[in-house]
T-cell receptor, first 114, second 116 residues
């Protein structure tokens, strides 16, 4: 069975601080995919990134960066120089090669204060 | 193009009544998913449709829950004899999921169900 754990339930930072969200996963699949989604207060879920299990290269997109470490089964997400608009719940998710359902972590609520 | 559309956006019903929630996926997306999100909680998988294959119903919490997808497009989630614990936001998503890879899910805005 697949499992995703986001140990941090809530993180509060002051604007311009960096914040790192942890994600640890469990799977028996050799090929799998990892995702991050953002859910702002308005409620819609916004896709941020997908990585496959064969690509451990870190990725940076603007103020967002992701650190995938297969050895520790982790796929952490960092927001650099946080802004108030980054306030949201962030979900990590795991999908298998069968192209079927994603298993989501419990989410981490990020509150960025001005 | 249009995203995933769900209706109604809000539904208030009395305990014991049946409800139907509708989802219009993105055109061309072969996979359709229903998830449930209770207040302040994560996403709980309910059911998954992929093309003409039998749906994966492993997440349905009880036999009061059922879903169908007609013509490979629109889906309806039905909850019979609603209970207060069914109160949640029901999210529909679609994707281009194909065998061999997981594609990103595109979510609708959800239906907020309140059972009084």
């Amino acid at each position: 069975a697949q499992k995703v754990t986001q140990a941090q339930t809530e993180i509060s930072v002051v604007e311009k601080e960096d914040v790192t969200l942890d994600c640890v996963y469990e799977t028996r699949d050799t090929t799998y995919y990892l995702f991050w989604y953002k859910q702002p207060p308005s409620g819609e879920l916004v896709f941020l990134i997908r990585r496959n299990s064969f690509d451990e290269q870190n990725e940076i997109s603007g103020r967002y960066s992701w650190n995938f470490q297969k050895s520790t089964s982790s796929f952490n997400f960092t927001i650099t120089a946080s802004q108030v608009v980054d306030s949201a719940v962030y979900f990590c998710a795991l999908g298998g090669a069968a192209g079927n359902k994603l298993t989501f972590g419990g989410g981490t609520r990020v509150l960025v204060k001005p | 193009g249009a995203g995933v559309s769900q209706s109604p956006s809000n539904k208030v019903t009395e305990k014991g009544k049946d409800v139907e929630l509708r989802c219009d996926p993105i055109s061309g997306h072969t996979a359709l998913y229903w998830y449930r999100q209770s207040l302040g909680q994560g996403l709980e998988f309910l059911i998954y449709f992929q093309g003409n294959s039998a749906p994966d119903k492993s997440g349905l919490p009880s036999d009061r829950f059922s879903a169908e997808r007609t013509g490979g497009s629109v889906s309806t989630l039905t909850i019979q004899r609603t209970q207060q614990e069914d109160s949640a936001v029901y999210l529909c998503a679609s994707s281009l999921a194909r065998q061999g890879r997981s594609s990103p899910l595109h979510f609708g805005n959800g239906t907020r169900l309140t059972v009084t």
